[in-house]
């Protein structure tokens, strides 16, 4: 049981670690009067834990029951292995995690584009249900336009379609100039384990 609870744990910690390298991403490859590009990062991370209340396994219904004592009846999915070996009593923790990094570039430093790939780990043969997913999409974009006076910006993407968009901090327009690259980069990442609960 604590081999499966340390995979799940080192697995999550792995997705944290890549979600905040984003933040230096951009940083790191840049140097002397580059360095003054923008770049920021907003990461939003939610932990939910249940206890399993009733588990009928026929009908793949299984019933928990959060910290405040509240119950909620959930129809599980064929996809979803290992079912059988889900008990009362058992501990089930979700952690939700997602970011959005943005970082400007030089315009020579990155190519416009969109990128997006997408990874899932599941449970081994005979353990008990647990999956890590990440989704990662990588975006590129052309400053098109800036117009300080409305605090905003035109940017285009590698189709040749733009879009204004109006900017949270105006003082980053000063650091920006036409041509510049916007790199955003969006995560998403979920873990889901079951694990017994432990004897007091």
Known sequence: MWTKIMKFKILMAGIVALVISCSSMGIAGQSGTEQKKPGEIEVVEITLEAMVEAVDHDARKVTLKDANGKTVTIDVKNQVENLSQVDVGDVVEIKYIESVAIQVFAADQVETGVN???AAKGAESGEKPAVVAMKETTVVVTIEAIDKEHQAVTLKDS???SKTVKVRNPE???????????????????????????SE
């Open 159 to 161: 189709q040749g379609e």
């Open 116 to 118: 997006t790939i997408a």
């Open 172 to 198: 980053n327009l000063e650091k920006v100039v036409i041509g510049d690259k916007v790199m955003i980069m969006h995560i998403q990442a979920i873990g889901v384990s079951v694990t017994e609960k432990i």
